[in-house]
């Protein structure tokens, strides 16, 4: 395990969060799906991680690694968990739109739009959101991941509520089950879009 603890994410590391999330979310096929071609997502990944990490600390909850962000966590609230546009765009989503283009975020929103319909379906109750989580990729694999999620999995058993997520890279799921979530939904988006794995994990102890 590499040597680090989680904080809340501080105002000095945003752009270094958001250069790491850049990275780990670079061939997620979320992204992909949104920009099949690599040179012309490269510059996108900040612009959407910006506006990530930026909702998170405005409307939610965001944790990085120290003494340097090696990884990021965005976690949104009981109460809080729906992802709104006004939201969106108080965290800066209108630099991202423009940069993508209009048939980018068509894809984009269609994607957004079936994980919001299984949220709200499968998710009626109280719970925390795990928005986003991500490491840097030379140093995935060395228990950051866990460590990023470990102090919102704590709050949540102690105050009896469940977490929830979604992936669309199968490999995340040994790691999230792991962490005590197993698999609600798994469907892929019309249209030839990328499988959508949705996750739940029950309150320990």
């Not at 990085?64 to 962000?69: H, V, Y």
């Not at 509520?161 to 609600?184: D, I, M, Q, S, W």
């Not at 030839?192 to 029950?202: A, D, I, S, V, Y």
Request: aromatic share 10%.
């Amino acid at each position: 395990m590499l040597a680090s603890r989680t904080v809340r994410l501080a105002d000095a590391w945003s752009d270094e969060a958001v250069a790491v999330l850049a990275r780990a979310f670079f061939d997620d096929p979320q992204f992909v799906y949104l920009e099949p071609d690599d040179d012309r997502r490269r510059p996108l990944m900040p612009l959407f991680m910006s506006v990530g990490v930026r909702y998170g600390r405005l409307f939610g909850e965001a944790y990085a690694t120290d003494p340097q962000p090696l990884g990021g966590a965005i976690w949104l609230p009981p109460g809080h968990t729906e992802v709104l546009p006004d939201r969106l765009a108080e965290a800066g989503m209108a630099a991202a739109e423009e940069a993508a283009g209009p048939d980018a975020m068509a894809r984009f929103g269609a994607f957004m739009e079936v994980g919001a319909m299984l949220h709200r379906r499968d998710m009626p109750m109280p719970h925390w959101y795990l928005m986003i989580l991500g490491v840097d990729p030379p140093v995935q694999g060395r228990g950051l991941g866990g460590s990023l999620i470990q102090p919102v999995l704590d709050r949540a058993d102690r105050d009896g509520l469940p977490c929830y997520l979604e992936t669309a890279k199968a490999r995340n799921l040994p790691f999230y089950r792991k962490h005590g979530f197993e698999v609600l939904t798994e469907g892929s988006l019309p249209g030839g879009g990328p499988t959508l794995w949705t996750m739940k994990r029950e309150p320990k102890g």
